[in-house]
C-alpha cells in the first residue's frame, strides 16, 4: 500500500534464473490468461518488469515484456470469474496482431493504439516486446455508450487521431504519477481517462456525437437485446430480427459488421451461453445443452462450437475436470 493508499505490487522477472522468468510471468497472469510459449522460448531469458495499482474499482498496470502470445479461452473464461472491459494502451510505436472469436482471422493493433477486450470473451493477441499500459474498468462504466459493453470486444482506436494520442498521454502521466497525488485525485484522474476512452470508441463505432449516431446506437442497442431474448428459439436469425423489429437491413448490417454479422453474433451468444452450461450443469448431455440454446441438431452444435473454440463441447468438459478438486469429480 502506498502512503496515498493507493494498492501498488511490483513484478520483475530479471532476478530469476533465465529458465524461470516467462513461467514467473504465466504464473502472475494464470488466473486470467494463457501464455502460449514455444519450448525454446521457455529456455531462453524473458524480460518482465510490470506495475500494478489498484485504484477503487479500476485496475492499471504499466508494463513492459518481451514479445509473447497470450490467450483467454473459453475455458478459462468458463472456469473463472474475471469479468470486465480491459484497454491495453500502447506505448510504443510496434505493431501487433490479435484474432476474437468474431472473426477467426488475425488483424494488425497498430503501435500507440488502444485496444479492447471483453473478459468475458476469446481472445488471442501476439505482442511483440514494448511497454504498454492495461486498464481494467467495470462493464457499468461503459454502460451509457454501449448497452452492451461486449459490443467493445477487439475493437481499437485509430492512433493517428488526436482523442487516441490524448488518452495514450493521459494514461502514460497517470501511470508515472500515481505516487505523488492524493488518492481522490488519482481516483478522479482514472475515471475522467475511462470517460475520455469510452466516447473516443463510441464515436469511432458511429454510436455517438450526433442525432443520426444516436438513433444507430438506439437500433443496435434493440437488435442485441431482442437476440438475447430468443436466444434459445431455434428460427432465430438475422431475418428475423429485421423482420421482427422493422429495422434497416443495410444499417444492421453495418453495425454488426465488426462482429462478422448478426448472423456470427447469434452464433457466438449461442455457443457463450452454452459454454457456461457444459461447466455449470456437467450431468445434462450435450446435445440437450446444444438444444437449447437453438442448435438444432448435436451435430451442428458440436460442429460450431469447434470451429469457434478450437476444442469440442466432450473436450472442454474433460478440460474442466482436470481442474476439479477430487471430492468434487
Same mark, same amino acid.
Given at each position: 500500500? *502506498?502512503?496515498?493508499?493507493i494498492?501498488?505490487?511490483?513484478?520483475d522477472?530479471?532476478?530469476?534464473p533465465? &529458465?524461470q522468468?516467462?513461467?514467473?510471468?504465466?504464473?502472475?497472469?494464470g488466473?486470467?490468461?494463457?501464455?502460449?510459449?514455444?519450448?525454446?522460448?521457455?529456455? %531462453?531469458?524473458?524480460?518482465?518488469v510490470n506495475?500494478?495499482?489498484?485504484i477503487?474499482?479500476?485496475?492499471?498496470s504499466?508494463?513492459?515484456?518481451?514479445?509473447?502470445?497470450?490467450?483467454?479461452?473459453?475455458?478459462?473464461?468458463?472456469?473463472?470469474?474475471?469479468?470486465?472491459?480491459?484497454f491495453?494502451?500502447?506505448?510504443?510505436?510496434?505493431?501487433?496482431?490479435a484474432?476474437t472469436?468474431?472473426?477467426?482471422?488475425?488483424y494488425?493493433?497498430?503501435?500507440?493504439s488502444?485496444?479492447a477486450?471483453?473478459?468475458?470473451?476469446p481472445?488471442?493477441? *501476439?505482442?511483440?516486446a514494448?511497454?504498454?499500459?492495461?486498464?481494467?474498468v467495470?462493464?457499468? &462504466?461503459?454502460?451509457?455508450?454501449?448497452?452492451?459493453?461486449?459490443a467493445i470486444h477487439?475493437?481499437?482506436?485509430?492512433?493517428?487521431?488526436?482523442?487516441?494520442?490524448?488518452?495514450?498521454?493521459?494514461?502514460?502521466?497517470?501511470?508515472e504519477?500515481?505516487?505523488?497525488?492524493?488518492?481522490?485525485?488519482?481516483?478522479?484522474g482514472?475515471?475522467?481517462?475511462?470517460?475520455?476512452?469510452?466516447?473516443?470508441?463510441?464515436?469511432?463505432?458511429?454510436?455517438?456525437?450526433?442525432?443520426?449516431?444516436?438513433?444507430?446506437?438506439?437500433?443496435?442497442? #434493440?437488435?442485441?437485446?431482442?437476440?438475447?431474448?430468443?436466444?434459445?428459439?431455434?428460427?432465430?436469425s438475422?431475418?428475423s430480427?429485421?423482420e421482427?423489429?422493422g429495422?434497416?437491413?443495410?444499417?444492421?448490417?453495418?453495425?454488426?459488421?465488426?462482429?462478422?454479422g448478426?448472423?456470427a453474433?447469434?452464433?457466438?451468444?449461442?455457443?457463450?451461453?452454452?459454454?457456461?452450461d457444459?461447466?455449470?450443469?456437467?450431468?445434462v448431455?450435450?446435445?440437450?445443452?446444444?438444444?437449447?440454446?437453438?442448435?438444432?441438431?448435436? #451435430?451442428?452444435?458440436? &460442429?460450431a462450437?469447434?470451429?469457434?473454440?478450437?476444442?469440442?463441447? %466432450?473436450e472442454?468438459?474433460?478440460n474442466?475436470?482436470?481442474?476439479?478438486?477430487?471430492?468434487?469429480?
Amino acid at each position: 500500500m *502506498l502512503a496515498n493508499g493507493i494498492a501498488y505490487s511490483r513484478f520483475d522477472a530479471a532476478g530469476l534464473p533465465p &529458465r524461470q522468468q516467462l513461467l514467473a510471468y504465466w504464473e502472475q497472469l494464470g488466473h486470467i490468461i494463457e501464455i502460449v510459449p514455444s519450448r525454446e522460448q521457455v529456455r %531462453q531469458p524473458f524480460i518482465c518488469v510490470n506495475d500494478r495499482y489498484d485504484i477503487g474499482e479500476f485496475r492499471m498496470s504499466d508494463t513492459y515484456t518481451d514479445q509473447v502470445v497470450i490467450e483467454r479461452t473459453i475455458a478459462r473464461i468458463s472456469r473463472d470469474t474475471a469479468r470486465g472491459i480491459g484497454f491495453t494502451i500502447f506505448l510504443d510505436d510496434q505493431s501487433h496482431s490479435a484474432m476474437t472469436h468474431a472473426t477467426r482471422r488475425e488483424y494488425i493493433v497498430s503501435g500507440g493504439s488502444v485496444f479492447a477486450t471483453d473478459l468475458d470473451q476469446p481472445i488471442r493477441l *501476439l505482442r511483440h516486446a514494448c511497454r504498454y499500459i492495461t486498464l481494467v474498468v467495470p462493464r457499468d &462504466r461503459l454502460a451509457h455508450i454501449f448497452a452492451d459493453p461486449g459490443a467493445i470486444h477487439g475493437r481499437m482506436l485509430d492512433p493517428n487521431r488526436p482523442g487516441t494520442r490524448l488518452i495514450v498521454h493521459r494514461a502514460r502521466t497517470l501511470v508515472e504519477n500515481f505516487r505523488h497525488m492524493l488518492f481522490e485525485d488519482a481516483r478522479r484522474g482514472v475515471a475522467d481517462l475511462v470517460q475520455l476512452i469510452a466516447d473516443a470508441f463510441g464515436e469511432e463505432a458511429g454510436l455517438s456525437g450526433s442525432t443520426r449516431a444516436v438513433y444507430r446506437a438506439l437500433m443496435f442497442e #434493440s437488435a442485441r437485446r431482442h437476440v438475447r431474448a430468443n436466444l434459445q428459439e431455434g428460427g432465430l436469425s438475422p431475418e428475423s430480427v429485421i423482420e421482427s423489429l422493422g429495422l434497416p437491413r443495410s444499417t444492421i448490417y453495418r453495425l454488426f459488421e465488426h462482429e462478422g454479422g448478426l448472423g456470427a453474433y447469434i452464433r457466438h451468444l449461442r455457443l457463450r451461453a452454452a459454454a457456461d452450461d457444459l461447466i455449470r450443469f456437467p450431468q445434462v448431455p450435450v446435445k440437450d445443452i446444444g438444444y437449447s440454446v437453438g442448435f438444432k441438431s448435436a #451435430s451442428d452444435f458440436t &460442429r460450431a462450437f469447434r470451429r469457434a473454440y478450437e476444442i469440442t463441447p %466432450q473436450e472442454m468438459r474433460l478440460n474442466d475436470y482436470q481442474y476439479l478438486h477430487p471430492e468434487r469429480r
